[in-house]
């Protein structure tokens, strides 16, 4: 899952924002800098991604992109997911949109004095340009596509992947309910000492 099914599967718990959004950026020992509160929300973001990564149904999303975009298929279907919670967000939270992405952007913003250089400039990004809204549009979505195939490591082709997005809308909108659903429940109970 990409930021914003991370920031929304925190249930508005700063600490676990906090955590969700950095954890990406942490390595190793790193994590032992924070407050066992944020820990527990690094631990999330991991378990999150562990519990996406091998969830059946995101393999077939995935299965769907290999054969075109190989390795990065896994980073376009987490973006694929957040466009279509984004553009369904109605259906999983009584905030709207755009109201929960302000709000997010100034609680994190108000602990981003702990966040490394990495994570400021990804936040200073994200709210300037306000990514998590612009997730539910098509456009938000080609400008997030093209900057993540400008920035990897290898030719992508991330860039042509919302054509993809647009042909086959309906199979990875029916993909994303289903797991999404059991994502949820997941997040609803989890807790790293259970895991």
């Known amino acids: 899952m990409n930021h914003?099914?991370?920031?929304?599967?925190?249930?508005?718990?700063?600490?676990?924002?906090?955590?969700?959004?950095?954890?990406?950026?942490?390595?190793?020992?790193?994590?032992?800098q924070f407050s066992e509160e944020v820990q527990e929300g690094i631990r999330m973001h991991r378990a999150i991604d562990h519990f996406t990564d091998h969830h059946p149904i995101v393999i077939q999303s995935k299965e769907r992109?290999?054969?075109?975009?190989h390795?990065?298929?896994?980073?376009?279907?987490?973006?694929?997911?957040?466009?279509?919670?984004?553009k369904n967000w109605k259906d999983y939270s009584p905030i709207p949109?755009?109201?929960?992405?302000?709000?997010?952007?100034?609680?994190?913003?108000?602990?981003?004095?702990?966040?490394?250089?990495?994570?400021?400039k990804t936040l200073n990004h994200m709210s300037t340009h306000d990514w998590l809204s612009n997730y539910a549009n098509l456009e938000g979505m080609k400008k997030a596509m093209n900057g993540l195939s400008h920035r990897a490591s290898f030719v992508s082709k991330m860039?042509?992947?919302?054509?993809?997005?647009?042909?086959?809308?309906?199979?990875?909108?029916?993909?994303f309910k289903s797991f999404f659903k059991e994502l949820f429940?997941?997040?609803?109970?989890?807790?790293?000492?259970?895991k």
């Open 4 to 32: 914003l099914a991370h920031l929304f599967l925190s249930q508005q718990d700063i600490n676990l924002m906090v955590g969700n959004f950095i954890a990406d950026h942490i390595r190793g020992k790193e994590i032992e």
């Open 65 to 69: 992109l290999y054969p075109k975009y």
């Open 71 to 86: 390795k990065y298929a896994a980073v376009i279907v987490d973006m694929f997911y957040d466009h279509i919670l984004a």
């Open 97 to 120: 949109l755009k109201s929960f992405t302000q709000s997010a952007y100034k609680m994190l913003k108000a602990q981003e004095a702990s966040f490394n250089e990495r994570s400021i």
């Open 159 to 175: 860039e042509e992947s919302v054509d993809d997005l647009e042909r086959d809308f309906l199979l990875y909108e029916a993909e």
């Open 185 to 194: 429940e997941y997040c609803a109970n989890w807790s790293s000492s259970s």
